[in-house]
C-alpha cells in the first residue's frame, strides 16, 4: 500500500486500528521466528517470548525511536548445526545450552562494537558503508530470501495467489483501515480458504492447555562451543548495519545518527544475549516487518512495540500459538514474496534517492561484486573454513558485505562523507566522481 502521507504516529489512527497493525507485524515475524527452532530443536514459545522481550529491550536502549522488529536469526543455524545437531530430527538436549552460551558470547562482540563506535565515533565506521555498498546489500537481502517465498508458494500456488491478490487488491484500492492492513487481510482470506479445501487441520486445537509456561533452558559454557559460534557475529553485525540502513530509507529518518549506530548494535547484541540466556536463538532485526514498513507507510514504533507485547502473549497461549503454526506454507510464500520484494525495491530507492552514478566504473563494480557475491554464494552455501580448531561459515550476504567494503575501501575516487546532522531525515552525501 503506497498512503499518501507517511504516518509517524499512530495515535492519529486510534487504539483499535493501532492493535490491528501491531497484530499484522506480529503476522509477518511469525513465520520466520519460529522456523529457526523448529530447525534447531529449541522451544517455540521460548523463542517467541524472547523475540518479544528483545524487541521491547532494544526499543527501550534506542530511545524507542527505531520501527524495528527482533525475531529469530538464521545466520546462526550453522553454529547450532556444528555444536548440537539434531538426533534423529529431535533436539540434541544435552548440547543446547552449550551452543545458547555461544550466541551469548557473540552477542557480547555487538556490546564490544557498539563501545568502539560510542568511543571513536560512527563517522569512521559509516565511512566503510556508504549508499553504493548499503544499497546494494538492501536489494541482496531481498532476492536472497527470495526462493524461500517460492518454495512456500510451490506448496499450494492457490492460497499463495489468493494471499498476494488480497494484499494488492487492498494495497491499490483499499479505503481507510483497510488499506493499512493488506497484510492481515491477506493472511485471513488465504487462510479461511485453506479451512474450506481441507489444507488445514485443526483436530489438535482441542488438545491444547489454556495457558501453558514456556519452557526455559539455561545457557552453558565451554571453549569449543564458543569459538565456534561467536565469529558468526562478525558477519551478522555487518547484516544490522544494512537493515538499520533499510529501515531508515524507508522511513526516510537517519537512524545510525540518531539514535546512533552503538544503540541499535548495543540493543540487538542485548537482545541476543537474553534470548540466549534463557534458550532462545539469536535476534535479528526482520526484513520482513520492514517489508510490512514499506507496504503500509506507518512507521511508529509504537506500534511494533505492540506486537512485541503480542508475541509475548502468544509464548503464553498454546491455542494462539497452535493457530498461527497452523497457518498453511502456501499463504506465508504469498505474504512472503511481496514483503521480500519491498526489501528489495527500499535498497533500489536508497541507491537513487542517493543519486549513486552508475556511469562510474568503480560504483558498478562495486555493485556488481556485491550483487554476485551476495546471490551466487547463497546459492553455493557460502564458504567454510577452519580457525582455531573450529569451523566458521559465512553466509552470501556477509561475503557480499566484507568484499564491498574492501572494494569501496581499495578502489579510488571515494567521496562519500557521512552527515551527522540531526537525523530527521536520510542525510547521506552523494558520491561526486
Request: proline letters at 5%.
Amino acid at each position: 500500500m503506497q498512503n499518501e502521507n507517511p504516518i509517524y504516529d499512530a495515535k492519529v489512527l486510534g487504539y483499535p486500528k493501532m492493535i490491528l497493525l501491531g497484530v499484522q507485524h506480529t503476522f509477518a515475524m511469525f513465520g520466520a521466528t519460529v522456523l529457526v527452532p523448529i530447525l534447531t530443536g529449541l522451544d517455540v514459545s521460548t523463542t517467541l517470548l524472547m523475540a518479544g522481550l528483545g524487541t521491547l529491550l532494544f526499543h527501550l536502549l534506542t530511545k524507542g525511536k527505531v520501527p524495528a522488529f527482533l525475531g529469530s536469526s538464521f545466520a546462526f543455524l550453522g553454529g547450532y548445526a556444528a555444536v548440537a545437531p539434531m538426533i534423529d530430527g529431535k533436539p540434541n538436549v544435552e548440547m543446547l545450552p552449550y551452543a545458547g552460551g555461544g550466541v551469548f558470547c557473540a552477542g557480547l562482540i555487538y556490546v564490544l562494537l557498539s563501545g568502539l563506535i560510542k568511543l571513536y565515533g560512527v563517522k569512521k565506521v559509516m565511512a566503510f558503508f556508504p549508499p553504493v555498498v548499503t544499497g546494494p546489500i538492501i536489494i541482496s537481502i531481498g532476492l536472497i530470501l527470495a526462493p524461500t517465498a517460492i518454495h512456500n508458494c510451490r506448496t499450494n500456488w492457490l492460497l499463495a495467489v489468493v494471499a498476494m491478490g488480497t494484499i494488492i487488491f487492498f494495497n491499490i484500492w483499499g479505503r481507510g483501515m483497510l488499506k493499512i492492513i493488506p497484510i492481515i487481510l491477506g493472511v485471513i482470506a488465504s487462510y479461511v480458504l485453506a479451512i474450506l479445501t481441507g489444507a488445514v487441520d485443526l483436530s489438535a486445537l482441542a488438545t491444547k492447555t489454556v495457558v501453558a509456561v514456556p519452557t526455559f533452558t539455561l545457557m552453558k559454557f565451554d571453549i569449543s562451543s564458543i569459538v565456534t559460534v561467536m565469529p558468526l557475529a562478525l558477519a551478522t553485525m555487518m547484516e544490522h548495519i544494512g537493515d538499520i540502513s533499510a529501515i531508515g530509507a524507508t522511513t526516510g529518518k537517519n537512524y545510525i545518527a540518531n539514535p546512533g549506530l552503538h544503540r541499535t548494535l548495543l540493543g540487538d547484541g542485548l537482545a541476543t544475549c537474553l534470548s540466549a540466556a534463557f534458550g532462545g536463538p539469536a535476534n535479528t532485526t526482520y526484513g520482513e516487518n520492514t517489508g510490512v514498513l514499506a507496504l503500509t507507510k506507518v512507521y511508529d514504533p509504537k506500534v511494533i512495540r505492540l506486537a512485541a507485547c503480542f508475541a509475548i502473549i502468544i509464548s503464553f497461549l498454546p491455542h494462539v500459538n497452535f493457530l498461527i503454526s497452523s497457518i498453511p506454507a502456501g499463504t506465508i510464500g504469498g505474504v512472503s514474496l511481496i514483503l521480500y520484494g519491498m526489501i528489495s525495491a527500499i535498497g533500489i530507492r536508497n541507491v537513487v534517492e542517493n543519486r549513486v552514478d552508475f556511469t562510474k566504473s568503480r560504483n558498478t563494480i562495486i555493485a556488481a561484486l556485491i550483487l554476485v557475491c551476495a546471490l551466487g554464494f547463497s546459492a553455493t552455501g557460502g564458504i567454510s573454513f577452519r580457525a582455531f580448531g573450529a569451523t566458521i561459515s559465512l553466509s552470501g550476504l556477509a561475503i557480499a558485505a566484507i568484499v564491498g567494503i574492501l572494494a569501496n575501501a581499495i578502489l579510488p575516487g571515494n567521496e562519500y562523507v557521512f552527515d551527522e546532522d540531526d537525523g530527521t531525515e536520510q542525510k547521506f552525501q552523494t558520491f561526486e566522481i
